[in-house]
């Protein structure tokens, strides 16, 4: 069922993207025709992956210890997930609240986008923080929540919903990818921070203080995009490898379900696609060479992927101009001026530390693999050893690579790029080190290599549990949100608002269009927002050239509300004089620009 849930995402996705395409926005009757088609597609296809390999059901588990260990942390991030988007959207005191406190500026813009698409604006979509260019942001699984919301589902339902299933497909693929080692390698991801907690300190969230943080805290959770990303990109990559081993057949239609997942992927993560594309290469010149590189070349797979990848790419990156984002930054996040360091050594000393507080044990894995593979001579045949040195190697120089290579802007965000090389050292640490496993201690060896990897992570996902009137941030107000509906009765949903660059605007909750959102979010998407902040600015302060600046930057209205009040000051502007004011609710104005 679970994976039968994945492919129905996906594929009532596409479905959506295709038609709102072609008739021009999203509308109820679209949102029911791609869930019906998705669903029905999904229960076609998910039958012959699932009689081919049944280790993608979700109740399947490994034999022995090594599926207690499956079993153990299938339930543990199951209740996390259940409490964290029970509670990411709730409301309390007054407010709309969420539970994480990485959700406050990333929740926001996932509402605007999904009510945005729902209610219908143009198609392809403008961007609702940026209107003056399309949405070129990878808004895959936005549209699939836009789709429920659509037919009228209340928000806080679908995204819980989502959230659980997309959680459960998770970890399902990574069972199948690497067992208990990559379930517990992405979702109770850490480094030494949270070993704090073994010196008497108080139970807190250790790894929100460095930069490889808790995966499931502070990607899976935030990141809407890794919802459907991650298992959709472990589908393709554990699938093509059991093809190209040997291990399984697949039919026509089980190609042409692969090849719909890999060509759409860069509508779910542009940036996942160019991985783990290079991933499945990767796969199948190990498993067959360069035959086996010219099959997948010629196969349905690809023929299927290529062109709407290809137009996906394009779109994305506006035809690759927006290519120069990427960017060389030796170390990662590493600051090498913050030390004042004055040799190399002390450098390479201050670099070390970096990386082993941020990965702990796992900085050491990929040696202690090598070493492993390499004494094994007596225990694993020569051809296996050979396939386990040539996979190590791929995932090593992708993350060297990676962790100097900015794909964005904000270097943090390569953590999701990061992601999948780290990912491929736990599936090989349990090819080397779970067949290991074999004495009457192997509970007790498997216990401790599990405190030793996953201490940190384990530690913020319980402090992350706490009780939301603990730790629960504010986003919205019920009584800002009221008058701000009332303000915004009877205008069109394509209409776009001059209104203040905050990441919690009451504009975004309802879906609306502004000409500048949060910066800081722009930033991250590699666009330049420097001039229209500019123009912005002038118009808000009350320019005599407003009206003129409000029409260069193609807006409807001049939205007037406590938050512009704050932020530019409370004195008259000439344009409130000059323009109607079509709102009937005190204090918050909307001005209709001629």
């Known amino acids: ?19 709102s395409l072609i008739f021009g926005a999203l509308s109820p009757a679209i949102a029911l025709v791609s869930l019906i088609i998705g669903t029905c597609l999904a229960y076609w296809h998910s039958r012959e992956f699932l009689a081919s390999d049944s280790r993608l059901r979700f109740r399947s588990l490994s034999p022995g210890l090594a599926g207690v260990m499956e079993f153990g942390i299938l339930i543990f991030i199951l209740f996390a997930a259940y409490r964290h988007f029970m509670w ?32 219908g604006i143009s198609f392809p979509p403008h961007n609702p923080i940026f209107s003056s260019e399309l ?11 836009a789709l429920w919301e659509a037919l009228g589902f209340r928000l806080q339902a679908h995204l819980f919903i989502v959230g659980l299933f997309a959680t459960a497909a998770s970890l399902t693929l990574l069972k199948r990818f690497g067992s208990w080692w990559a379930m517990g390698a992405f979702f109770l991801s850490g480094g030494l921070a949270g070993w704090s907690v073994l010196t008497g300190a108080p139970l807190e969230n250790f790894q929100a203080a460095v930069d490889w943080k808790n995966l499931f805290l502070a990607v899976f959770i935030t990141q809407r995009g890794m919802l459907f ?6 589908w393709l990559l554990v699938t093509v490898r059991a093809y190209f081993q040997g291990d399984t057949s697949l039919s026509r239609r089980q190609w042409t379900a692969l090849g719909l997942g890999w060509g759409f992927l860069p509508l779910f993560h542009l940036h996942a696609f160019a991985i783990v594309s290079a991933l499945l290469l990767f796969t199948v010149f190990e498993c067959r ?15 299927i992927a290529v062109l709407p990848a290809t137009l996906l790419i394009l779109f994305s990156t506006n035809f690759f101009q927006a290519a120069g984002v990427s960017h060389l930054s030796w170390g990662w996040t ?32 990929p040696f202690i693999l090598a070493v492993s593979i390499f004494y094994s001579k007596n225990g694993m045949i020569p051809e296996k050893r050979r396939k386990l040195f ?9 993350f060297a690579t990676f962790m100097n290579l900015m794909l964005a802007p904000w270097a943090w965000d390569n953590i999701k790029i990061l992601i999948w090389p780290y990912l491929g050292f736990a599936r090989i640490s349990w090819l080397v080190f779970e067949p290991l496993f074999k004495t009457k201690l192997e509970l007790l060896e498997r216990g401790v290599v599990a405190v030793l990897l996953f201490l940190s992570g384990t530690v913020s996902i319980l402090f992350s549990m706490q009780s939301p009137a603990q730790q629960s941030v504010s986003i919205f107000s019920f009584s800002e949100l009221a008058n701000v509906e009332g303000a915004l009765s009877g205008i069109e949903p394509n209409a776009v608002f001059v209104a203040a660059p905050s990441f919690a605007h009451p504009l975004a909750y309802y879906g609306r269009l502004r000409v500048l959102g949060y910066a800081g979010h722009l930033f991250s998407y590699g666009i330049d927002s420097r001039e229209v902040e500019a123009k912005l600015k002038r118009i808000m302060d009350g320019d005599l050239d407003s009206l003129r600046l409000a029409k260069e930057l193609k807006a409807n209205y001049i ?21 109607a004011n079509v709102s009937r609710v005190p204090g918050y104005e909307v001005y209709a620009v001629k």
């Open 334 to 365: 590493f600051n090498h001026g913050a030390t004042n360091l004055l040799s190399v050594t002390a450098l390479v000393f201050s670099f070390f530390n970096f990386l082993f507080f941020n990965f702990g044990p796992w900085l050491f894995l």
């Open 390 to 398: 040539f996979e190590l190697g791929v995932y090593t120089v992708l």
């Open 88 to 119: 990411l959207l709730f409301p309390a005191d007054f407010f709309w609240k969420t539970l994480s406190p990485n959700n406050l500026g990333d929740l926001p813009l996932h509402i605007n986008y999904i009510r945005s698409l729902a209610q």
């Open 559 to 579: 939205f007037w509300g406590p938050e512009e009040r704050t932020m530019y000051g409370d004195h008259v502007r000439s344009w409130m004089k000059e323009l």
């Open 229 to 234: 990303t991650l298992p959709l990109g472990l």
């Open 135 to 145: 949405l070129r942001y990878p808004y895959g699984v936005d549209l699939y929540s």
């Open 289 to 303: 060479g360069l035959a086996g590189l010219l099959s997948l070349i010629k196969s349905q797979l690809t023929l």
């Open 1 to 19: 069922m679970i994976f039968t849930c994945l492919l129905h995402g996906i594929y009532s996705t596409i479905v959506a993207f295709l038609l």
